[in-house]
């Protein structure tokens, strides 16, 4: 293996390996064992943040490709305008969809 390859697989590796200990390693006692609220919570946290990395790749994806076009063809700026803008309204819309849902799983919390 490749010097780069050997440490990705040596670090994903150890990675499992803390995932899968760390349940024994705190575990607790049956009659206080916790809710599993805080991963509920991480998990409202982790959606919002996928969300918002994906919604912010998507927006600049389509910014650059309107941009590209109407920089090639500068007449068609208003053609591309609205098509652009409802785009960039679905993608806000997935953004903002992942965050109600997120807050409705912190209210469980």
Do not use: H, W
């Amino acid at each position: 293996m490749k010097g780069r390859t050997k440490t990705f697989v040596v670090f994903a590796f150890l990675m499992v390996l803390f995932l899968l200990i760390g349940d024994t390693a705190f575990a607790e006692e049956g009659a206080q064992a916790a809710s599993g609220n805080g991963l509920l919570a991480i998990g409202a946290g982790v959606a919002v943040a996928v969300a918002a990395f994906g919604c912010a790749l998507g927006q600049s994806r389509v910014a650059a490709a309107a941009l590209e076009s109407i920089g090639r063809n500068p007449s068609a700026a208003g053609k591309l305008f609205t098509p652009m803008i409802l785009g960039l309204v679905f993608i806000e819309v997935l953004y903002i969809l992942s965050f109600v849902v997120a807050y409705f799983l912190q209210g469980k919390v």
